[in-house]
C-alpha cells in the first residue's frame, strides 16, 4: 500500500484553469442515487402496478374519473332555453345598451358604438356570418370567435342569463338603423339574415 499523496492538480489546461480531480462529495453522490432509486420506484408504482401501494389511483384511473366528473359538471348545468324571445321593453335595452357601451365586456370596440362594424362586423345590416336568431347570437356571445379575436362574452367577464338576453336584445332594436360608414358586408361570408 502506498502512502504517495493523490495528484488531485490534472495536467491539462485550458485557459489558464487547470481542473482538481476531486471525488463528488457523498452527500451528493447519496442525494444522486436517491433520485435514481425513488424514479424507478414512482415508475413502477403509478405505470406499472394496477393498484398503485402509494395514492389512490394509476394515473389513467385518475384521468376516467377527472372526465367522468367533467361530464357531471356538464349535466348539472342548466339548459339553455330554446327559443329565445328578444326583449323589447325599454328597461331591458337601456341594460343592453349599457352592457354593449360599458367598459367591461367592450363590445363597443370591434363593432362600434352604432354597431356600424369597425374590427368586427356591421350589427345593424341584414347580411350575418353566424346566425342572426336569438338562440344563435346568444350562443356566438357565450362562446365567442377567439380565432378572429372575439373572446367569449366580449372580454370573458361572464355575462348573466338576463344580461346576455338583454345584449342580443338591444343589438337586434339596432338592425336597419343605418350608421354612417358601416363596414362592408363580405359577401363569400355574410348570407342575408331573415327576421
Given at each position: 500500500m502506498s502512502d504517495k499523496p493523490r495528484n488531485e492538480l490534472l495536467a491539462h489546461e485550458i485557459d489558464g484553469i487547470r481542473e482538481f480531480d476531486n471525488a463528488l462529495p457523498r452527500w451528493w453522490l447519496y442525494g444522486f442515487y436517491f433520485t435514481i432509486?425513488?424514479?424507478a420506484a414512482y415508475f413502477v408504482n403509478f405505470h406499472v402496478l394496477s393498484t398503485p401501494l402509494v395514492g389512490k389511483h394509476t394515473l389513467v384511473e385518475e384521468y376516467q374519473e377527472d372526465?367522468?366528473?367533467?361530464a357531471k359538471l356538464a349535466a348539472g348545468?342548466?339548459?339553455a332555453a330554446a327559443h329565445k324571445t328578444a326583449l323589447t321593453d325599454p328597461a331591458s335595452l337601456a341594460a343592453g345598451?349599457?352592457?354593449f357601451l360599458g367598459q367591461t365586456n367592450l363590445c363597443h370596440t370591434c363593432h362600434r358604438a352604432d354597431l356600424g362594424?369597425?374590427?368586427g362586423p356591421n350589427l345593424t345590416d341584414d347580411l350575418w356570418r353566424h346566425g342572426c336568431s336569438v338562440d344563435q347570437m346568444v350562443q356566438n356571445v357565450t362562446t365567442g370567435f377567439p380565432e378572429k379575436g372575439m373572446l367569449p362574452f366580449g372580454s370573458t367577464q361572464r355575462l348573466t342569463d338576463e344580461q346576455l338576453l338583454q345584449v342580443v336584445s338591444f343589438v337586434i332594436s339596432k338592425r336597419g338603423s343605418n350608421p354612417p360608414n358601416p363596414k362592408a358586408a363580405d359577401p363569400q361570408l355574410?348570407?342575408?339574415c331573415s327576421r
Open positions: 432509486l425513488f424514479s372526465v367522468a366528473d367533467a348545468r342548466p339548459k345598451e349599457a352592457i362594424g369597425l374590427v355574410d348570407v342575408p
